[in-house]
C-alpha cells in the first residue's frame, strides 16, 4: 500500500486554495469556506480534459477565486490522460484519487496491475520509462477524501468511490490510520473500488457530513441517495456527458456531452 510523501502546496497558491488541514499521511484534507468565489466538483474526468476546459468556460470559471474539486480518474481511456500532469499544478484544481488513478500509482511505483491496460490504461505503459514514476509520483500526492466547508458552515464530503462508512467522522479516523494500518489500507482500496450502495439503492444518511459527492459508478442523470450524489455521468463514453456539480446553494447541475467519444460504458 502506498503512502503519499508530501511535496508542498504551489507556491503560487491563494490561500483559499490551500487546505485548512492535512492529516500526517496525506489521505485526508480539509478545505475552509471559499469566501471570494464559487466552488464545483467535477466527475470522472478520464483524460477528456479539453472537455472540462469547455465546461468550465460555459460557467465562466475564475482560476483566482474559483475552486473546482474532482472526484477522481483524472486518467485512462480518453485521449488526454497525460494532461493531468499539467492540471494537478494547477493550484486551484482540487481531486482526490480514482480506481484508475491508483492503478498508474502502482503501475509506476510497483508492477503493472492486472488488467489496466484493458481497460484504458494502455496509454500509461507508452510513456517513456523515466516519466512513469514521475507521473505516479505525482497521482500519489491526491488525497482519497476531502471535505470541504460551505459559506453557510456546510460541510461536504468528496472521495471516488463511496465513504465506507455510515459515519463520515468513523472514515476520517479510518483513512487517517487513528485504527490502525491494516484498517486504513482496506478503507483506502474500498473507498475508490466499492460501489455497494448504489447497487443496493440504500438511501442510508452518511452521519456527520451535509453531503458527500462520488464517482466511480455511472448514471445517466446526477442521482443522490439519502445524503450521497453520484456525479459520473460517464463523460468519456459515446453518448456521456460530463458533469459539473456547484457546491452550497440550489447545488446547480451543468454538463456537456462528449461527441466525438467512441467508447461504450463499462463500470471500472
Given at each position: ?41 467535477v ?91 514521475l ?17 453557510d458552515?456546510e ?5 471516488h ?22 484498517y ?13 450502495r ?10 456527520g ?52 467519444a467512441t ?6
Amino acid at each position: 500500500m502506498l503512502i503519499p510523501t508530501h511535496q508542498g502546496t504551489p507556491a503560487d497558491a491563494a490561500e483559499h486554495h490551500r487546505p485548512a488541514y492535512l492529516s500526517s499521511n496525506l489521505l485526508f484534507a480539509c478545505y475552509g469556506p471559499n469566501q471570494v468565489g464559487r466552488d464545483f466538483v467535477v466527475g470522472d474526468i478520464h483524460g477528456e480534459f479539453s472537455l472540462l476546459r469547455s465546461l468550465l468556460t460555459k460557467v465562466g470559471f475564475d482560476e483566482k477565486t474559483d475552486r473546482l474539486f474532482s472526484v477522481g480518474d483524472l486518467v485512462d481511456r480518453g485521449p488526454e490522460s497525460p494532461a493531468a500532469i499539467r492540471w494537478m499544478r494547477y493550484p486551484w484544481f482540487i481531486p482526490v484519487r480514482g480506481n484508475h488513478d491508483h492503478w498508474c500509482i502502482e503501475g509506476g511505483l510497483i508492477d503493472e496491475p492486472a488488467g489496466h491496460r484493458r481497460h484504458g490504461g494502455a496509454w500509461f505503459y507508452e510513456l517513456p520509462e523515466a516519466v512513469q514514476p514521475l507521473m505516479a509520483t505525482l497521482l500519489n500526492q491526491m488525497p482519497v477524501a476531502i471535505e470541504v466547508e460551505g459559506r453557510d458552515g456546510e460541510r461536504f464530503g468528496i472521495v471516488h468511490g463511496e465513504c465506507t462508512h455510515h459515519s463520515w467522522g468513523r472514515f476520517r479516523e479510518a483513512l487517517e490510520g487513528e485504527l490502525g494500518d491494516s484498517y486504513r489500507n482496506h478503507h483506502i482500496m474500498e473507498a475508490i473500488w466499492r460501489r455497494s450502495r448504489l447497487e443496493d439503492r440504500d438511501s442510508t444518511p452518511v452521519a456527520g457530513i451535509d453531503q458527500v459527492l462520488v464517482g466511480h459508478s455511472v448514471v445517466e442523470e446526477v442521482t443522490t441517495l439519502g445524503n450521497v450524489v453520484y456525479l459520473d455521468t460517464g463523460g468519456c463514453f459515446k453518448g456521456g456527458r460530463l458533469t459539473l456539480f456547484e457546491l452550497g446553494g440550489a447545488g446547480e447541475i451543468i454538463s456537456v456531452p462528449n461527441i466525438s467519444a467512441t467508447s461504450e460504458q463499462l463500470n471500472i
